[in-house]
Structures are given as structure tokens and as C-alpha cells.
């Protein structure tokens, strides 16, 4: 029976060569689509799940409320960890995990060899103990258990040593803290998962962090990733429901004194990677709306693949009907009927994903790149993706094929002899809501497309208060190269390009990690309000172009002189006119400051936020400021950073030329968005080519329906304008009625993606009246080939066998 089934569908295939062809092209590249996706978010969501017993692993995070700002911290602060191990039995172990602060990067010397680095950590010697990594040389469990020892990923280890073994070398790290030499106690890879903690080597805090692993503050210098293991069958909510009384016990008065409150929350490790809104997080992580984004693009291509089956199926009915009343006469039962026309679904949909399955292998690195993902051919050894690939073959031939099946099955025998028959449900009825949901839902990722666009457009020419054009930013990393910074700076000053230098400890678009409470003469740490701060010279204000709203700007020797922004002189209570002068006092008794001058706001971090209490403190010698900011005007880059490189190499002869464009880094705030943006284009046209594929086939079946009445009307004098106009107003009428769908669902879904700025566009009409013209002009577009084909064709032809 079955092999008779698949027959039948062969003959049909080679029969009906261009509806074939459709069928499976659109749901080839559908599954194309579909399959990557889903590998994608697959992927994303398989971090740190290959940890032993990743189900017991949690992060300490904190909530903090401080006068008036609210602040959600994937970090806590030294001690709470440690103590929290000593008080609950049921926290078998804790480590802690420090991002190197303030230092970019690392120089790795071994002999001759010189190595710059960036991905570093400081780990407790627990680390390996709840985290599982494949050591290729060493034992997790003396890896960290000496002081001044250093684990290296693979990569950064084969750069070092090449074949040469480098367990028990001393490697000296130089960075801004100072130089060190570390012995090598292991060597790992990332061969058994990905995890959020990615690092090219690990140090010990034992030793080489020691002042940061002995640090007793419970209230403020949230800067450890702490995590806890529990004991098996421990519960996570009752842990978490005793922590309000736990830190009552240990930072009560501390907490009091400050007028701050604390809170500290279990999250789960596996959930880090695809939970955003924390700040400073340890990695890159995605957001989880981001990934539900883009598997309602793999579904609705999907769909829109599925559609074009079902509605090119049932068109072809009629063409069937006296096959299926032939079927019923000789004995065939409406069950043999469905299983006949669902195997047909099957096989196409097999055919497809056939087809698809070498289509993705070959797309993978253009799609890796659009989303910026590393998927591998390794997928294929995975039974999971085989049998999600027998999932897609059976839920899109059911999709697509079981109103068809169920359709056709239905025709009663006789009538269908005499070519008279009837369904109870009208076929082109619901080809016709097809179309209407297929193009609708193209009219949404089409605005989709419009919105972000127009926003990133927004985020890219906002004034930011602030110049990010054509500015130059060099990060040095050592004391060495620290000590000659001044010297770099009058050299590039003496260049005609250059319009301005400053040395500064920040560059926006990056993460401040200086912030504390300052208050007013009469004031305390309960009336402190909350800021960052960066710490830098005189030229800051003027290279970056930053205005005064009232003051001055920072003179030489400026030494305990600050320039606030608006918003801080606000929270502060002091009027911008009468601010300068005022002296601002910190729970540091030495370190108090007078405000030199307000600048206007502008928005050091991404526009995701709101403008934050922020000040600049002046300190034109202070050694943690590790970054040059350079103003130039030139026309002519390449030119410009050979001179600039010539400098450095006479300034730093053993340093490797490094430098970033600001305006590029602060761009990077938004990778996010931008990676959306070129999987939304991407994807928005191959569903609307698939779209496109299934109206052309439908142009061409009611062409074909409508042969001799295109004849007869030619016959009598009608034009080939006025037949195409003819042939395409059923498919204009159904894209206008689209358009009425999908407009308010496009205007709920944007505005609610726009929420998630701070500073956003206004959806307005014209991007909804250009998507719906852009899907019009795509649908009388593809209609008209098979419409004017149909209008210029021979009517002798068409009427010669009447």
C-alpha cells in the first residue's frame, strides 16, 4: 500500500514540475531557517549545563537600594560567600570569582615571548571544585591549591609554549597592579561545554589577590562573583529565606548607618547566560525575549513554507477530483484517501529537509556571522538534532498537508465524475486566509525591520552630550608603559591632526568601576547620593567636546576639584547656577571634594538607561588612569595612524600598536540590537521570497483556471493592462486586508521592543503605510509576471478547442 502511496507521489512530482519545485524550495529554505535557529537558541541555552551537579550551583546576586537608586548586581561583596558557607550546613561550597579591575589587558612574558590577554579571573582555590573544565594537564584538584598559580586555557597556552609542556614554568604577568611571576598548575579547555565564565587563564586569588580575598566590607565592594554549591536534595527558597535575617547578624548597623538596604537572591547557573538586566556581568550573556524573538522567526517561516504547500495543494484540487472519485468507486475509503495525500505532505516535507539539511551546512559560516555565533557540523553527531529533524519532517507534513488530505478526501464520488462537486468548506476560502496570515505576517517583520532600523539610526546620531567622532583611544596596561603615557601625549600633541589630548581612568560606552555616596556639609552616608565617577586631567571637557552649564573647567594643579553633572547637582538639591564652590564630603574623611563647575548631562553609558549622578574628579597624575583619548580632524586615517604608530614605537618599542575608535566602542553598547537588526533583515527576506514563491504559484494556477475567459475577454477588445489589472486585484484586495491585520500587532510588539530604551523613537504612521506599500509592491510585483504572461498570450491558442 505504502509503495504504491509513494509512487503515486513520484508521478505527481515529475507531473507538476513548477508546483513541485515551489513546494520544496520554500520548505527547504524554510527548514533552513528553522533548523539554524533552533540550533542557535539551542546552543544559547546549553551554557553551563555540563558542569557535575550544575542543578545544586547558584549565584549570589544582590539587590541594593541606596538612597533613592536602585541597583541589581550579578556581583556581592567579599565576605558574604564564605559566611554564608560557616552558617547554613546546607551550602557544601563556595568560590569566588574576581574580573581583574581596571586592568584591560595582561602581558604574558615566558623567555623571549610576549603575549597580550584580556579574558583573566581571580579564582578561589575552591574553583575547580564546583566547576567542571577538561584538564588536558594538571588535576583540578591541586590546580589552585598553591599560592601564585595560574591555569591557562588551551589556546593561550599552545601561543606560549607551542609543544613544549608548561606545567610547573613561571610566567611573569605584568599589568597596572605590577608585575608577578605564577607557576603553571594546569591546562584546560572548554571541549565539555561552554560556560559564562570564559577566561584564556585563571590566577589564584591565594597570593596574587590576597588584599581583594581578605576583604571584610559586608556593605559596599560588590565587585565577586560568588557562587554557592548546595548539598544534594537542598533547597534553593529556603536558603535564600533565611538570608534577611543572615545579614541582619552580620552588616545590620553598617547597613543602617548608610541608610542602604540589602538583599541577596540564589540564581541559578545554568539560567546566567540567558538572563539579562544585572549589571556588570561577568560574560556576554543573551537576553531570553532576544532568543523568544527568533524562534517566532523560525515558526512563522515555518508557517509561511507550510502555507504555500496547503494553499498550492488545494488549488491543484480540482485537478484531482476525478482521480479521487475514480479511488472512491474502486473501493478507496476516505482513511486510505488521507493516508494517500498525507504520505504526499510527508514526502515533500522529506524532500525538503533533505535538500535543506545541505543548504544549512553550506550557509553555516555566512549565518555564524550574521549572528554572531560559532554552531559547527558537530550538531550532526547529536541524536537530539536528528530527531528534532524527524519532528520538523512530521509536524510540517502534517501542517501542510492535512487540509488538503482532509479536503480532497471529502468529495463525494459521483459528483466529482460528473464534474460537479462542492465542499462544505470553500477551498478558495481558505487560500484566501492563508494569503491574508501569510502576508501579514510579512508586513510585521517588515515594520520589524523599519523600527529597529530607524532606531539604531536614532542611537547612532543622538547627541550624546558628548563628541564621539573622530576620536582616538589608546589603553596602556603596564606600569612600564604607564610611565611614559605623558611622554606619548606630547609627541601626538605635536602632530598637525591632533586637536586635543587627555589621560583619563574611563572611556564611555564602558563600565565605571568607581562609584561611592556623596553628600553635603550637615549631611551623612543616609542623605549620600550614589555616583560614578572618572578621574582624569584638564583637556577632558574640551577634547571630548562636553558643555559647561555653569563653572569652570579644571585648571592646572586643580588638585580636590570635581565637575558634576546635572543630574548629580539635582539629586544633591543645589541649584546648577550656584553649585560651583560647594563642598561635597564622602565617608572617607579624606576625600572630600568642591565642585568646580556642572556640565550638562550626557549619556556615558548606552541609551538603554537613564543619565545617571555622575562626576569627573581631577587628578592629573593618578596612575590607574590607564587611557589616552586623542581629538583629531583628518580626512586621510591611514596616513594619520602611520605617524601616530611611528610615535609609538619610539615611545614603546617592545609593545605591539593598540588602539579602538570611540565612536565604534560606544556602537558596541548595542550589539545586541545590531545583531537582531541583521537576523530580522536576513530572515524578513527569505520569508518573504518563500511568501513570493507560493503567490507565484498561485498567480500561475488562476491564470491557468482562467485561460479562456483571458481569451474571450481579448477577443472583444481587452487590453494587456487591463487583463493584468484584472488577474491582480483578488491578490491586491487580500495584502490590503493584511495590512489591517498586522498593523496593531506590529505597533504592540514594537512598542513594547522599544521599551527597553531609556531614549527611543515614536512609531510613527509612515513606517507602517511603507511597510504595507513595500508588501504591496512585492505582491503586484510577483503576480504581474504570471499576469501579463497570461494577458500577451495567443487567445487562438486558448479557444481553439472549443
Known amino acids: 500500500m505504502f509503495k504504491n502511496y509513494f509512487r503515486t507521489t513520484f508521478r505527481l512530482l515529475l507531473k507538476n514540475k513548477t508546483f513541485s519545485f515551489i513546494n520544496i524550495i520554500g520548505l527547504a529554505i524554510g527548514t533552513l531557517c528553522c533548523l539554524y535557529i533552533v540550533l542557535y537558541v539551542v546552543d544559547q541555552y546549553s551554557y553551563d549545563k555540563h558542569h557535575k551537579n550544575e542543578k545544586d550551583i547558584y549565584r549570589l546576586t544582590t539587590y541594593l537600594y541606596l538612597t533613592g537608586d536602585k541597583h541589581t548586581m550579578a556581583t556581592a561583596s567579599p565576605p558574604i560567600a564564605p559566611a554564608i558557607k560557616h552558617d547554613f550546613p546546607e551550602v557544601e561550597q563556595f568560590t569566588r570569582v574576581i574580573p581583574t579591575l581596571g586592568v584591560s589587558r595582561h602581558l604574558l612574558k615566558f623567555k623571549d615571548k610576549s603575549i597580550y590577554e584580556k579574558e583573566a579571573f581571580l579564582v578561589d582555590s575552591t574553583f ?160 531570553s525575549s532576544f532568543l523568544y524573538i527568533l524562534l517566532l522567526i523560525a515558526i512563522l517561516i515555518q508557517v509561511i513554507a507550510c502555507i504555500n504547500f496547503m494553499n498550492l495543494s488545494t488549488a491543484r484540487a480540482s485537478k484531482r477530483a476525478k482521480e479521487v472519485g475514480v479511488r472512491k468507486v474502486i473501493g478507496a475509503g476516505r482513511k486510505s484517501l488521507i493516508l494517500q495525500f498525507l504520505s504526499e505532505s510527508f514526502s515533500l516535507s522529506l524532500i525538503g529537509v533533505l535538500i535543506g539539511l545541505p543548504l544549512l551546512i553550506m550557509a553555516l559560516p555566512w549565518l555564524n556571522q550574521l549572528t554572531q555565533a560559532d554552531i559547527t557540523l558537530s550538531f550532526l553527531t547529536h541524536y537530539e538534532i536528528w530527531l528534532a529533524l524527524a519532528g520538523v519532517v512530521l509536524v510540517t507534513g502534517l501542517l501542510a498537508g492535512s487540509y488538503p488530505a482532509f479536503y480532497l478526501s471529502a468529495f463525494d464520488a459521483i459528483k466529482v465524475i460528473k464534474g460537479n462537486f462542492k465542499s462544505h468548506i470553500s477551498a478558495s476560502g481558505i487560500r484566501r486566509a492563508l494569503v491574508v496570515f501569510q502576508f501579514a505576517l510579512s508586513i510585521i517583520l517588515i515594520v520589524s525591520i523599519l523600527v529597529i532600523y530607524n532606531q539604531l539610526s536614532f542611537i547612532k546620531n543622538r547627541d550624546l552630550g558628548f563628541n564621539a567622532n573622530q576620536k582616538l583611544v589608546f589603553t596602556f596596561y603596564t606600569d612600564d608603559t604607564k610611565a611614559k603615557m605623558s611622554s606619548f601625549m606630547t609627541d601626538l600633541q605635536q602632530l598637525p591632526e591632533v586637536k586635543g589630548v587627555t589621560k583619563t581612568t574611563g572611556i564611555p560606552g564602558q563600565a565605571t568601576y568607581f562609584n561611592w555616596g556623596v553628600f553635603l556639609a550637615g549631611g551623612n552616608l543616609t542623605t549620600s547620593v550614589n555616583q560614578e565617577n572618572v578621574t582624569t586631567d584638564e583637556y577632558f571637557i574640551k577634547t571630548m567636546g562636553i558643555q559647561l552649564a555653569s563653572g569652570r573647567d579644571f585648571h592646572l594643579y586643580d588638585s580636590g576639584k570635581v565637575i558634576i553633572n546635572q543630574t548629580l547637582a539635582k539629586r544633591l538639591g543645589l541649584s546648577v547656577e550656584t553649585a560651583p564652590g560647594t563642598k561635597l564630603y564622602t565617608e572617607d574623611n579624606g576625600r572630600n571634594y568642591e565642585i568646580a563647575g556642572v556640565m550638562k548631562d550626557f549619556n556615558y553609558q548606552s541609551l538603554h538607561e537613564a543619565i545617571s549622578p555622575f562626576m569627573l574628579i581631577y587628578n592629573a597624575n593618578n596612575r590607574s588612569a590607564g587611557n589616552i583619548m586623542v581629538n583629531v580632524d583628518s580626512k586621510n586615517y591611514q596616513v594619520l595612524l602611520s605617524k601616530m604608530e611611528a610615535i609609538w614605537k619610539k615611545d614603546f618599542p617592545a609593545v605591539p600598536f593598540d588602539y579602538a575608535f570611540l565612536d565604534s566602542q560606544v556602537q558596541q553598547q548595542y550589539q545586541t540590537e545590531i545583531t537582531l537588526s541583521r537576523i530580522i533583515n536576513s530572515f524578513t527576506g527569505i520569508a518573504i521570497l518563500i511568501s513570493c514563491l507560493g503567490l507565484f504559484g498561485l498567480a500561475a494556477f488562476s491564470a491557468e483556471q482562467r485561460t479562456k475567459e483571458i481569451a474571450v475577454r481579448k477577443v472583444l477588445g481587452a487590453s494587456v493592462p487591463g487583463l493584468v489589472q484584472m488577474l491582480s486585484n483578488d491578490f491586491v484586495k487580500l495584502v490590503a486586508i493584511s495590512f489591517l491585520i498586522a498593523t496593531p500587532v506590529a505597533w504592540w510588539a514594537m512598542n513594547k521592543w522599544l521599551q527597553s530604551f531609556v531614549y527611543r523613537i515614536d512609531l510613527s504612521w509612515w513606517i507602517f503605510a511603507l511597510a504595507g506599500l513595500l508588501a504591496l509592491g512585492i505582491a503586484i510585483f510577483t503576480v504581474s509576471f504570471q499576469a501579463i504572461r497570461a494577458a500577451i498570450a495567443n487567445p487562438v491558442k486558448s479557444l481553439r478547442t472549443e
Open 128 to 287: 575547580f571544585e564546583i566547576f567542571t573544565y577538561h584538564f588536558i594537564s594538571g588535576s583540578p584538584a591541586t590546580a589552585m591549591a598553591q599560592p601564585y598559580s595560574i591555569v591557562l586555557g588551551k589556546p593561550l597556552a599552545d601561543k606560549i609554549f607551542g609543544n613544549e609542556d608548561p606545567m610547573g614554568k613561571i610566567i611573569e604577568v605584568d599589568n597596572s597592579w605590577g608585575k608577578e611571576s605564577l607557576k603553571v598548575t594546569g591546562v584546560i579547555d572548554e571541549s565539555l561545554g561552554k560556560s559564562h565564565i570564559h577566561a584564556a587563564f585563571f590566577l589564584s586569588l591565594n597570593g596574587y589577590g590576597e588584599g581583594l580575598r581578605s576583604n571584610n566590607v559586608w556593605t559596599g565592594n560588590n565587585f565577586t562573583y560568588s557562587y554557592l554549591k548546595l548539598q544534594p536534595g537542598a533547597s534553593a527558597t529556603a536558603l535564600e529565606a533565611k538570608f534577611p535575617a543572615f545579614l541582619n547578624k552580620y552588616a545590620q548597623a553598617d547597613l543602617k548607618a548608610r541608610g542602604m538596604e540589602k538583599k541577596q537572591f540564589l540564581q541559578p547557573i545554568t539560567s546566567i547566560h540567558t538572563t539579562s538586566g544585572y549589571e556588570v556581568e561577568a560574560g556576554k550573556v543573551v537576553s
